[in-house]
């Protein structure tokens, strides 16, 4: 059905619930045996136990495999494997407050009771009709002691809710839905088959649409030699050096690297292809203020930053100082706040052009989120 076992779509709807700890499931003793590969144990327990001759026995040599320290015990028909959280979610509240409860669906078509003959005998007011599905939930002890007075009267129930109003309790009634079917004919099959290829499209389509409005990352890199006589501009600050970065404009690296990941994450390449240095407009224009048209860009495109995170790699001066002010030049810059930008700094141990304090390069990372 839509590339999954009915049993298997079954038993992954109440492994994904957050309030199922443990799922038991009866099979037939010869199944049980060798069961299939998705009743292994994964994020959650999963027992498998060999069912009985009818129902209830199949039920009660679950519920012996029942963790002891669970509160409430559902139990389900494999034969569902439309359940929902929602259904999940009520069968189990109602369960702990009344003691015991079931999905159930009122009966949308006319009732009519029949004599012996076949004939109608009488109309029975469709407003008090609900049709029994499962999930049904009970406290432990509820079911408990539903089960072991079947056992002991011999009596027999097609679900267990009449177990346990037989046994003097009363089961309060939950909002099933009509897709949460239970697969018993051929023609069942094909409506299943129907609904699972839908819910299939569905998610196909929520993925897509998560495609379209996910989050994007993107990364940037920049270097600059690094020579006497010029000024160490970082994120827009200018700091005290014997030494700064040779290049155009104020040679930033830290604004180039970011800028360069703003534009890496919507796909539109880098800062020289936007703000070339044969273009006469961004001749001593600063890496500040192109960090800021990198980032209109980007929003230009439906994103925002998220966050960025940068590492600037040099042997000297010290950056520690200068980090809160960058952070909030480069926030100002971007157009978000400045704990969403992070700076930190690092040496590179003495080891080549960097270590020897010719060169300062920043790497950069920015996750961007569509507006
Ligand atoms: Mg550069």
Known sequence: MAGREVLERSVAA?????QVRQVVVALPAELAAAPPHYLESGVKPIVVVAGG????????????AVDPAAEVVLVHDAARPFVTPAIIDRTIEAARDAGAALAAVRARDTVKQANAQGDVDRTIAR?????AQTPQGFRRAVLEEALAIAARDSVEATDE?????????????VAGEASNMKITTPEDLAIAETIALRSANASAERRGSAKASAERAGTGYDLHRLVAGRRLVLGGISIPSDRGALGHSDADVVCHAITDALLGAVSLGDIGRHFPDSDRRWKGASSLDLLARAAAIVAEHGFEAANIDVTVVLEAPKIRDYVDAMRAAVANAVGITADLV???GKTNEGVDAIGRGEAIAAHAVALLRRK
């Open 127 to 131: 407003e008090s009709i609900y049709l």
């Open 161 to 173: 809710a009449a177990l346990v109003e037989r046994a003097g309790h009363a089961v309060r009634l």
């Open 53 to 64: 001759a009818r129902r209830q026995d199949s039920v009660a040599n679950a519920f012996a």
């Open 342 to 344: 992070s700076i930190k």
């Open 14 to 18: 109440f492994v994904a619930h957050p």
